[in-house]
């Protein structure tokens, strides 16, 4: 039973490559293969590299963050630059009775502004008040608020405010006074005003109290033993932890998280700026082309299913090949995994698919189709609204962003869970097998 693994983008070879093939091997060997009944050698493991034929960055990769840079906040008058300003998960952390005050202080006024706003916005929109003129009203209240915010009377203002509560009464009574602009503003009145902005700071009292319970379960959690009532929470912070999409910006993660977002972007610009016309496939997926012809005479020696993987990109080139270049290699079970070939689809940058006609018909030299994707993995995409006869499954690999889109092979029970779903497909072992 042959199995091809199409790697993705941002894959090079070196130890780590080498590493992570030896132990996926492994895995597909020991647990994948033996869940189906079947002693499969090694050799039957094909792992097409097409990584040397991607992008190749700068040594010293000049496009990323590094050194120091001015910020676009301008400082009122002479003041020294302010130190690094807290981060959202620390003012959680610490458990203040006044947040927003603490924000203002520590940051700025004006980030206590946008948060407002933002939050005033949902709540027009929730309550069906949304117009152009309201609209414009609240643009023109916030360029009062964030004028005031840099003024030298807002230091003083700020210095005699007492509790969040007093922040956002008097911060509603300075945007009572309708702008030379409009004197008679959307927003009605005070009152109105004032409804608006302590509905925002109440909502923010709210987020804040919530993501609180959560990181102190989670402090909690790491006390007790691994139980299932434990990873189930582990899994619900993880949803619903605040500030982790930020973290993934700081340094030093920022540079990693830059640096591999430039390979897959690069990687896929090369694929198909390499790609020829109809009949002439890029030089990827000619590798790829050549290490399925070769399982495929395994496969018709062993009697076996041949079974294909793609991961990422690696998803994205076999489906340029099962639906163009390709499409005389039958393939029993085509798995692409945390794949961006439906968005590609959708883009209409495959020359075997007519995008525009839905939904788009599951290739005939293909007998079994299975898309996996995790929620959080931003660069994993269902397929089954665009393609007919793909299935799609879903799995969570407990990470976040960039984590979520690389841990796929990286859990023994996703070799054990492929290889359940699999049984009721592939034929029973045969005698001796």
């Given at each position: ?25 492994r ?9 189906l ?51 959202l998960?620390d ?22 502004i ?17 117009n152009?003129q ?14 005031f ?20 009464e ?8 309708p ?5 008679k ?5 005070k009152?109105q ?7 925002a ?48 910006f ?6 990693i ?41 395994i ?22 090949i ?26 209409q ?32 995409y ?9 299935e799609d ?6 990470s ?13 029970s ?7 779903r699999?049984?009721?497909?592939v ?7």
């Amino acid at each position: 039973m042959p199995l091809v693994f199409v790697h993705g983008v941002n894959v090079r070879r070196g130890k780590v490559y080498e590493r992570e093939q030896a132990f996926r091997d492994r895995q597909f060997a020991e647990i994948f293969y033996r869940q189906l009944g079947r002693n499969v050698d090694a050799s039957s493991i094909l792992n097409p590299y097409w990584g040397d034929l991607g992008a190749s960055v700068s040594p010293d990769v000049p496009f990323l963050p590094h050194g120091n840079y001015q910020m676009l906040w301008k400082k009122q008058g002479k003041k020294a630059p302010e130190a690094a300003s807290p981060k959202l998960e620390d003012i959680i952390e610490a458990g203040s009775e006044t947040p927003l005050l603490d924000m203002a202080r520590t940051a700025s006024l004006a980030d206590v502004i946008d948060l407002l706003w933002l939050l005033a916005d949902q709540e027009m929109i929730a309550g069906g008040d949304e117009n152009r003129q309201s609209e414009e009203e609240m643009a023109r209240l916030a360029q009062k608020a964030l004028d005031f915010s840099h003024s030298a009377e807002s230091e003083r203002w700020l210095a005699a405010v007492k509790s969040d509560d007093e922040l956002l009464e008097r911060l509603s009574g300075l945007l009572s006074t309708p702008t030379s602009q409009n004197p008679k503003p959307a927003v009605k009145s005070k009152t109105q005003i004032g409804k608006l902005i302590r509905s925002a700071g109440a909502s923010v009292h709210n987020k804040i109290k919530d993501a609180h319970k959560g990181m102190a379960s989670r402090t909690k959690s790491l006390k007790a033993h691994l139980d299932e009532e434990v990873l189930n929470a582990r899994l619900r912070l993880r949803q619903k932890a605040v500030g982790t999409t930020a973290k993934i910006f700081n340094e030093p993660l920022r540079a990693i998280f830059h640096q591999q977002c430039a390979l897959l972007i690069g990687d896929a610009f090369a694929y198909f700026s390499d790609r020829g016309d109809d009949s002439k496939a890029a030089p990827m997926a000619q590798r790829v082309i050549e290490t399925l012809r070769e399982a495929r005479a395994i496969q018709q020696k062993s009697g076996d299913e041949l079974i294909v993987i793609g991961h990422s990109m690696g998803g994205v080139i076999l489906c340029d090949i099962v639906t163009c270049y390709g499409k005389d290699i039958p393939i029993d079970v085509l798995i692409t995994v945390g794949s961006q070939f439906p968005l590609f689809a959708d883009l209409q940058m495959f020359p075997g698919i007519n995008g525009k006609k839905r939904p788009i018909q599951k290739p005939e030299n293909v007998k079994r189709w299975i898309n996996i994707f995790d929620p959080h993995d931003f660069l994993g995409y269902p397929a089954s609204h665009i393609f007919e006869g793909v299935e799609d499954f879903h799995i969570p690999t407990y990470s976040l962003g960039g984590s979520a889109h690389a841990n796929y092979f990286h859990r023994r029970s996703f070799y054990f869970q492929l290889a359940r779903r699999l049984m009721d497909y592939v034929d029973k072992p045969k005698s001796g097998a």
